[in-house]
């Protein structure tokens, strides 16, 4: 059996707003994210750890940020496409781990439609979708509540 792994890691700076948008669920906070697209840092790192496991680059080889057509694009368009590439090699998800790092907003409580969120983008089941949070005890930029972080990892299994 071919089976695939991948991770990715993403991280934007808070900028004035309110909320961020995490795995495509609006949060609210007393900031937004900063990015070239919609700033979804969970998204981003969820769409690497696909391209990864495909050895594929990452989503700026695909989403070039120097690229205008991106500014403001929702993220789920680049999750998608790389699920969509998954399908055309052959491969489908088996299961998809998200770990969210920041002191705040928190994730919990929003952490149910998140799964459900990206099970709904990726085609799986809601049962083989993770969404976690931790916070990385007020150390570093993440600590000093500056931005958010997010860590990936997914298996692709021959279809």
């Known amino acids: 059996m071919d089976i695939r792994l991948g991770n990715g890691f993403d991280v934007h700076r808070f900028r004035d707003g309110d909320g961020v948008t995490l795995c495509g669920v609006h949060v609210p906070h007393d900031a937004a994210l900063d990015g070239h697209s919609d700033a979804d840092v969970a998204m981003h790192a969820l769409t690497d750890a696909i391209y990864g496991a495909l050895a594929e680059g990452d989503i700026g080889t695909h989403f070039p940020p120097s690229d205008p057509q991106w500014k403001g694009a929702e993220s789920h368009v680049f999750l998608r496409h790389a699920v969509d590439r998954a399908g055309a090699r052959g491969f489908a998800l088996s299961n998809l781990d998200v770990t969210i790092i920041c002191e705040m907003p928190k994730v919990g409580p929003h952490a ?12 799986i089941d809601a049962s083989r979708v993770s969404v976690k949070a931790t916070t990385s005890e007020r ?21």
């Open 139 to 159: 150390l570093g930029f993440t600590g000093r509540g500056e931005g958010i972080a997010a860590l990936a990892t997914c298996a692709l299994v021959a279809a």
């Open 112 to 123: 149910g439609a998140m799964r459900a969120a990206l099970a709904g983008i990726t085609g």
